[in-house]
């Protein structure tokens, strides 16, 4: 199940989205976030669910791998969901039975936060997926040099983000390979009390954490061993530079960003 996640990986490919400046699509990506979060009603949210489909598409990134990487999540989804079926009891009512209370409000409120959620996650992998780590890197230190002047270590931070996004399915990995390897020694993972399951993840997490730590130790002995020291002297091999694509397709966005934020006020 683990191993489903992609969060974090590159798929490269040659089509309008891997194309983009990377500046541009961390940009259009904030702005996408925000769009999803910005009004209550179902039809101020269709501008980013439509902007995020149009993005798919261009992207011609099979969405089953999106699916794959919803897929572990969706438990948590339910569980947030009916948290909000039962808790939220205003509105027309559908069903009662003493305690519960299905209401109109509790519904809506349920399918707009999965909604969101799967389309926020759908969104953010997207970028990953058509950003090499080192175009994040580079973009989002650009995006932050302001910051320098007020002595704000840019490329630690741009270079710490991306070492934890390109470990993500590494770790995941990792995790697969130790749960398995539990198994066989007989953890009781597939047991139905929580009480067990709490316990076989103390032999997951330790193992996890120790070779967390001798991959960070091994990172960093590599890149000392090429003398990294930062931004200090350090030239890019490919400059970034914003083509009529770019300022379209950011356009587009601001557009959409607009049109959700009027009809959110107006209605």
Request: charged residues 20%; hydrophobic residues 55%; positive net charge.
């Amino acid at each position: 199940m683990l191993k489903d996640i992609t969060i974090g990986q590159y798929f490269p490919g040659d089509n309008l989205i891997h194309r983009l400046d990377p500046r541009f699509k961390i940009v259009m990506t904030l702005l996408y976030i925000i769009m999803l979060f910005m009004g209550d009603e179902l039809y101020s949210l269709s501008f980013g669910i439509v902007y995020c489909i149009a993005a798919l598409v261009l992207s011609k990134i099979p969405v089953k791998l999106f699916g794959k990487s919803i897929k572990p999540l969706l438990p948590i989804l339910i569980m947030t969901a009916i948290l909000d079926i039962i808790f939220i009891r205003e509105g027309t009512v559908y069903f009662q039975a003493g305690f519960f209370k299905l209401t109109e409000d509790g519904v809506f409120t349920a399918v707009k936060m999965i909604v969101r959620i799967i389309f926020l996650i759908i969104g953010s992998m997207l970028l990953t997926y058509t950003t090499s780590p080192i175009q994040l890197t580079d973009a989002i230190e650009r995006l932050l040099s302001p910051l320098k002047r007020l002595h704000f270590p840019v490329h630690s931070f741009a270079m710490m983000m991306t070492i934890a996004l390109r470990f993500i399915p590494t770790l995941m990995i990792e995790t697969d390979k130790i749960i398995a390897a539990q198994k066989a020694r007989g953890a009781g993972f597939d047991s139905s009390k929580l009480r067990d399951k709490a316990k076989a993840l103390v032999p997951v997490l330790i193992p996890l954490f120790v070779s967390a730590f001798r991959r960070a130790e091994e990172l960093a002995t590599a890149m000392e061993c090429r003398c990294y020291r930062g931004d200090i002297g350090r030239t890019k091999m490919k400059s970034m530079n914003a083509g009529i694509c770019d300022i379209v397709s950011l356009t587009i966005t601001f557009i959409m960003f607009f049109a959700a934020a009027t009809v959110a006020v107006l209605f």
